[in-house]
Protein backbone atom coordinates (compact mmCIF):
# COMPACT_ATOMS: atom_id res chain seq x y z
CA UNK A 1 0.00 0.00 0.00
CA UNK A 2 1.28 3.83 -1.04
CA UNK A 3 2.32 4.80 2.74
CA UNK A 4 4.24 8.47 3.00
CA UNK A 5 6.25 8.29 6.66
CA UNK A 6 7.18 11.49 8.74
CA UNK A 7 9.13 10.27 11.84
CA UNK A 8 9.63 13.35 13.39
CA UNK A 9 6.72 14.59 15.16
CA UNK A 10 8.23 17.49 16.35
CA UNK A 11 11.41 19.56 15.31
CA UNK A 12 12.92 21.98 17.07
CA UNK A 13 16.07 24.09 15.86
CA UNK A 14 17.81 27.42 16.44
CA UNK A 15 17.52 30.63 14.18
CA UNK A 16 20.17 30.12 11.71
CA UNK A 17 20.30 26.81 12.04
CA UNK A 18 20.07 23.70 9.09
CA UNK A 19 16.64 22.83 8.58
CA UNK A 20 15.95 18.94 7.79
CA UNK A 21 12.41 17.67 8.15
CA UNK A 22 12.56 13.83 7.14
CA UNK A 23 9.96 12.25 4.46
CA UNK A 24 9.69 8.44 3.06
CA UNK A 25 7.31 6.76 1.02
CA UNK A 26 6.00 3.26 -0.33
CA UNK A 27 5.27 3.51 -4.07
CA UNK A 28 5.07 0.82 -6.84
CA UNK A 29 5.31 3.38 -9.36
CA UNK A 30 6.61 6.69 -10.07
CA UNK A 31 5.94 9.00 -7.34
CA UNK A 32 4.72 12.91 -7.24
CA UNK A 33 5.80 14.20 -4.07
CA UNK A 34 4.60 17.22 -1.94
CA UNK A 35 5.57 19.52 0.71
CA UNK A 36 2.57 21.12 2.38
CA UNK A 37 2.86 23.44 5.31
CA UNK A 38 0.72 25.04 7.74
CA UNK A 39 1.44 28.07 9.57
CA UNK A 40 -0.62 29.42 12.58
CA UNK A 41 -4.06 29.87 11.94
CA UNK A 42 -3.17 29.67 8.52
CA UNK A 43 -4.71 27.24 5.92
CA UNK A 44 -3.05 23.97 4.68
CA UNK A 45 -1.15 25.36 1.44
CA UNK A 46 1.18 23.86 -0.96
CA UNK A 47 4.76 24.68 -0.72
CA UNK A 48 7.09 22.87 -3.33
CA UNK A 49 6.29 19.48 -5.53
CA UNK A 50 9.25 17.94 -6.45
CA UNK A 51 8.44 17.66 -10.05
CA UNK A 52 9.02 21.49 -10.09
CA UNK A 53 12.45 21.47 -8.80
CA UNK A 54 12.06 24.66 -7.03
CA UNK A 55 13.47 26.51 -3.98
CA UNK A 56 10.65 28.25 -1.98
CA UNK A 57 11.21 30.46 0.33
CA UNK A 58 14.53 28.94 0.80
CA UNK A 59 13.43 25.52 1.35
CA UNK A 60 14.12 22.85 -1.28
CA UNK A 61 13.33 18.78 -1.52
CA UNK A 62 14.72 16.09 -3.42
CA UNK A 63 13.27 12.96 -4.55
CA UNK A 64 15.76 9.77 -3.89
CA UNK A 65 14.18 7.00 -5.35
CA UNK A 66 17.09 4.57 -3.96
CA UNK A 67 16.43 5.29 -0.56
CA UNK A 68 12.55 6.47 -1.23
CA UNK A 69 12.40 9.69 0.76
CA UNK A 70 11.82 13.21 -0.05
CA UNK A 71 13.33 15.47 2.48
CA UNK A 72 12.63 19.24 2.83
CA UNK A 73 16.13 21.18 3.54
CA UNK A 74 16.43 24.61 4.29
CA UNK A 75 20.51 25.75 5.27
CA UNK A 76 19.37 28.74 7.77
CA UNK A 77 16.17 28.74 9.43
CA UNK A 78 14.00 31.82 10.09
CA UNK A 79 11.63 32.47 13.08
CA UNK A 80 8.83 32.68 10.35
CA UNK A 81 9.29 29.05 9.16
CA UNK A 82 7.74 27.61 12.09
CA UNK A 83 4.75 25.32 11.10
CA UNK A 84 3.19 22.70 10.34
CA UNK A 85 4.55 20.25 7.73
CA UNK A 86 2.96 17.41 6.07
CA UNK A 87 4.72 15.07 3.19
CA UNK A 88 2.47 13.98 0.73
CA UNK A 89 2.65 11.23 -2.31
CA UNK A 90 -0.17 11.54 -5.37
CA UNK A 91 -2.12 8.39 -6.03
CA UNK A 92 -3.88 8.24 -9.34
CA UNK A 93 -5.35 11.29 -10.44
CA UNK A 94 -7.62 11.78 -7.70
CA UNK A 95 -5.96 11.43 -4.38
CA UNK A 96 -3.15 12.77 -1.90
CA UNK A 97 -1.85 10.52 0.53
CA UNK A 98 -0.35 12.70 3.41
CA UNK A 99 1.81 11.67 6.53
CA UNK A 100 1.12 12.54 9.87
CA UNK A 101 2.85 15.99 10.07
CA UNK A 102 5.90 17.57 11.81
CA UNK A 103 5.67 20.70 13.76
CA UNK A 104 8.66 22.77 13.00
CA UNK A 105 9.72 25.50 16.07
CA UNK A 106 12.42 27.53 15.25
CA UNK A 107 13.95 28.80 18.39
CA UNK A 108 15.12 32.48 18.21
CA UNK B 1 -11.58 35.45 -4.54
CA UNK B 2 -12.44 34.28 -0.63
CA UNK B 3 -10.79 31.23 -1.85
CA UNK B 4 -12.37 27.94 -0.87
CA UNK B 5 -15.27 28.70 1.89
CA UNK B 6 -16.72 26.19 4.08
CA UNK B 7 -19.12 25.91 6.59
CA UNK B 8 -20.24 25.52 9.45
CA UNK B 9 -16.81 26.18 11.21
CA UNK B 10 -17.65 24.40 14.24
CA UNK B 11 -20.16 21.51 15.04
CA UNK B 12 -21.31 19.29 17.98
CA UNK B 13 -23.56 16.56 17.54
CA UNK B 14 -24.55 13.23 19.06
CA UNK B 15 -24.12 9.85 18.35
CA UNK B 16 -26.26 8.88 15.55
CA UNK B 17 -26.88 11.80 14.55
CA UNK B 18 -26.72 13.23 10.89
CA UNK B 19 -24.61 15.81 9.74
CA UNK B 20 -24.20 18.07 6.38
CA UNK B 21 -21.05 20.25 5.48
CA UNK B 22 -21.00 22.45 2.77
CA UNK B 23 -18.19 23.63 0.49
CA UNK B 24 -17.83 26.39 -2.12
CA UNK B 25 -14.31 25.71 -4.72
CA UNK B 26 -12.24 28.89 -5.86
CA UNK B 27 -13.92 30.13 -8.54
CA UNK B 28 -13.11 28.60 -12.18
CA UNK B 29 -12.16 25.43 -10.13
CA UNK B 30 -14.01 22.40 -10.66
CA UNK B 31 -13.05 19.55 -8.60
CA UNK B 32 -13.90 19.05 -5.16
CA UNK B 33 -12.04 16.68 -2.71
CA UNK B 34 -12.19 15.80 1.08
CA UNK B 35 -10.22 15.32 3.59
CA UNK B 36 -10.66 13.95 6.95
CA UNK B 37 -8.40 14.89 9.84
CA UNK B 38 -8.41 13.53 13.05
CA UNK B 39 -6.17 15.03 15.85
CA UNK B 40 -2.40 14.36 15.16
CA UNK B 41 -2.69 12.84 11.68
CA UNK B 42 -2.30 13.90 8.60
CA UNK B 43 -5.49 14.19 6.39
CA UNK B 44 -7.11 11.76 4.90
CA UNK B 45 -9.36 11.47 1.64
CA UNK B 46 -12.36 10.84 1.39
CA UNK B 47 -13.75 11.76 -2.00
CA UNK B 48 -12.77 13.37 -4.83
CA UNK B 49 -15.85 15.57 -7.12
CA UNK B 50 -15.33 16.25 -11.21
CA UNK B 51 -17.83 18.06 -12.94
CA UNK B 52 -20.30 16.29 -10.48
CA UNK B 53 -19.10 13.20 -10.88
CA UNK B 54 -17.04 11.24 -8.12
CA UNK B 55 -14.11 10.61 -9.66
CA UNK B 56 -12.24 9.13 -6.42
CA UNK B 57 -13.39 7.09 -3.04
CA UNK B 58 -11.16 6.50 0.29
CA UNK B 59 -11.17 3.89 2.67
CA UNK B 60 -14.48 5.04 4.61
CA UNK B 61 -17.77 3.27 5.35
CA UNK B 62 -20.59 4.09 3.02
CA UNK B 63 -22.18 6.06 6.26
CA UNK B 64 -19.77 8.87 4.58
CA UNK B 65 -22.13 10.00 1.28
CA UNK B 66 -20.83 13.61 -1.18
CA UNK B 67 -22.62 15.40 -4.00
CA UNK B 68 -21.78 17.97 -6.14
CA UNK B 69 -23.77 20.65 -7.13
CA UNK B 70 -23.76 22.24 -10.74
CA UNK B 71 -22.25 25.20 -9.92
CA UNK B 72 -19.59 22.98 -8.28
CA UNK B 73 -19.96 23.51 -4.41
CA UNK B 74 -20.34 20.37 -2.78
CA UNK B 75 -21.89 18.32 0.27
CA UNK B 76 -20.38 15.85 2.46
CA UNK B 77 -22.93 13.99 4.66
CA UNK B 78 -21.95 11.42 7.74
CA UNK B 79 -24.89 9.38 8.84
CA UNK B 80 -25.32 7.54 11.92
CA UNK B 81 -22.42 9.56 13.41
CA UNK B 82 -19.94 7.67 15.77
CA UNK B 83 -17.28 9.41 18.22
CA UNK B 84 -14.85 8.53 15.94
CA UNK B 85 -15.78 10.67 13.10
CA UNK B 86 -14.86 13.69 15.35
CA UNK B 87 -12.28 14.97 13.16
CA UNK B 88 -11.24 18.39 11.38
CA UNK B 89 -13.18 18.13 8.03
CA UNK B 90 -11.25 19.82 5.07
CA UNK B 91 -12.59 20.50 1.46
CA UNK B 92 -10.48 21.55 -1.22
CA UNK B 93 -10.25 22.71 -5.01
CA UNK B 94 -8.28 22.28 -7.40
CA UNK B 95 -7.98 22.93 -11.21
CA UNK B 96 -7.16 19.58 -12.19
CA UNK B 97 -9.35 18.42 -15.34
CA UNK B 98 -10.27 15.12 -14.00
CA UNK B 99 -8.30 12.62 -15.20
CA UNK B 100 -4.95 14.60 -14.84
CA UNK B 101 -4.11 15.95 -11.39
CA UNK B 102 -0.82 18.40 -10.52
CA UNK B 103 -1.25 17.85 -6.57
CA UNK B 104 -1.88 21.35 -5.75
CA UNK B 105 -5.17 21.30 -3.61
CA UNK B 106 -6.56 24.64 -2.29
CA UNK B 107 -7.75 23.99 0.88
CA UNK B 108 -10.32 25.75 2.82
CA UNK B 109 -10.12 26.14 6.63
CA UNK B 110 -12.19 23.02 7.89
CA UNK B 111 -15.37 22.39 9.50
CA UNK B 112 -14.55 20.92 13.04
CA UNK B 113 -17.51 18.23 13.90
CA UNK B 114 -17.49 16.76 17.74
CA UNK B 115 -19.57 14.04 18.39
CA UNK B 116 -20.89 13.58 21.84
Known amino acids: AQRVTQPEKLLSVFKGAPVELKCNYS??????LFWYVQYSRQRLQLLLR??SRESIKGFTADLNKGETSFHLKKPFAQEEDSAMYYCALLQGAQKLVFGQGTRLTINP | DAGVTQSPTHLIKTRGQHVTLRCSPI?????VSWYQQVLGQGPQFIFQ???????GRGNFPDRFSARQFPNYSSELNVNALLLGDSALYLC???????????????FGEGSRLTVL
Open chain 2, 27 to 31: SGHKS
Open chain 1, 27 to 32: YSGSPE
Open chain 2, 92 to 106: ASSSTTGTENTGELF
Open chain 1, 50 to 51: HI
Open chain 2, 49 to 55: YYEKEER
